[in-house]
């Protein structure tokens, strides 16, 4: 009975300290309000070339080439959803791998590990605002490209979310695997970069897998992350799906169930390595 007592109060604890480190994040977000307000307008400045280049292209029935692919003529909600999706995408990199190294350079990653909370639940408390305020900023974006573009969505948004939620846990865990990464290397800014393009690129945040090359389509369709996108377009603008919902669905849940302790026990190995060689704090 006791032992249980204790068990709940140290979630207690746990979760007081995750909340803390998202407030702090939010805090220091907010500090920058021309920022906050640039997250919302640039999406829409690079998609605004988008939607002419769609247009110009577009017959009196509308995008046909692009409909035989997609199974829709609205290319605009098309790429809009996968700029949201994408966008989650990056929040958990930039919570997990950025901010790891910001706190090495600052000399207080070792510091911060001192207090009596897994180390797993810090990188998670640094994405939480993060993707809060991604929440927050593609709500903005879509009521804009409501204004501007015309954006429909008229699908089954519920269902939408909840296929979202197990893309969204299993990037946690592929956020895990990915801050090994920085730790060992020491360097965030390339490894964002290039893992947050390659990966949202390859999983059709912009176009239909199907058009990829070749020597590209075999990586694109290994990789979970392209099955969410796919399906969540299923739900809110009926597009063909690449397998049937049930199997993408499946595919969903089974990364997720993987990803999470995989990236778990990847991210705790390399710290104790980390530490053992005393790299940390090394920068």
């Known amino acids: 009975?006791?032992?249980?007592?204790?068990?709940?109060?140290?979630?207690?604890?746990?979760?007081?300290?995750?909340?803390?480190?998202?407030?702090?994040d939010a805090i220091l977000f907010f500090r920058y309000p021309l920022n906050a307000l640039f997250r919302v307008i640039e999406p829409i400045a690079w998609l605004t070339p988008?939607?002419?280049?769609?247009?110009?292209?577009?017959?009196?029935?509308?995008?046909a080439g692009f409909a035989?692919?997609?199974?829709?003529?609205?290319?605009?909600?098309?790429?809009?959803v996968g700029t949201v999706l994408a966008s989650y995408i990056a929040a958990v990199f930039w919570g997990m791998g950025f901010a790891l190294k910001t706190e090495m350079d600052s000399g207080v990653l070792e510091s911060n590990w001192l207090t009596p909370i897994p180390r797993p639940l810090m990188l998670v408390?640094?994405?939480?605002?993060?993707?809060?305020?991604?929440?927050?900023?593609?709500?903005?974006?879509?009521?804009?490209?409501w204004l501007l573009f015309g954006f429909q969505a008229s699908g089954n948004?519920?269902?939408?979310?909840?296929?979202?939620?197990?893309?969204?846990?299993?990037?946690?865990?592929?956020?895990?695997?990915?801050?090994s990464l920085v730790l060992l290397m020491k360097d965030a800014n390339t490894l964002v970069d290039v893992s947050n393009f390659l990966v949202s690129m390859l999983s059709g945040s912009q176009f239909p897998v199907s058009v990829l090359p070749r020597l590209l389509l075999p990586l694109s369709l290994a990789l979970p992350l392209t099955y969410g996108f796919d399906s969540v377009r299923a739900y809110l603008l009926g597009t063909t799906t690449l397998l049937p919902l049930g199997y993408e669905l499946a595919i969903l849940v089974l990364f997720m169930c993987v990803m999470i302790p995989m990236g778990y026990l990847i991210f705790m190995r390399v710290e104790r390595h980390c530490r053992t060689l005393g790299t940390l704090s090394q920068h």
Not at 50 to 63: C, D, E, Q, T
Request: glycine residues 10%; contains cysteine.
């Open 1 to 24: 009975m006791r032992s249980a007592q204790l068990s709940e109060v140290s979630w207690r604890s746990y979760l007081r300290a995750v909340l803390a480190i998202a407030k702090k």
């Open 157 to 179: 948004l519920l269902a939408a979310a909840l296929t979202l939620l197990p893309m969204l846990v299993a990037l946690y865990g592929f956020g895990f695997a990915f801050a």
């Open 125 to 145: 408390g640094q994405t939480l605002a993060s993707l809060a305020i991604t929440t927050v900023n593609c709500a903005g974006m879509l009521l804009l490209a």
């Open 68 to 80: 035989a692919y997609t199974g829709t003529v609205d290319y605009m909600s098309f790429v809009l």
């Open 50 to 63: 988008v939607y002419f280049l769609g247009r110009s292209f577009a017959g009196k029935g509308g995008n």
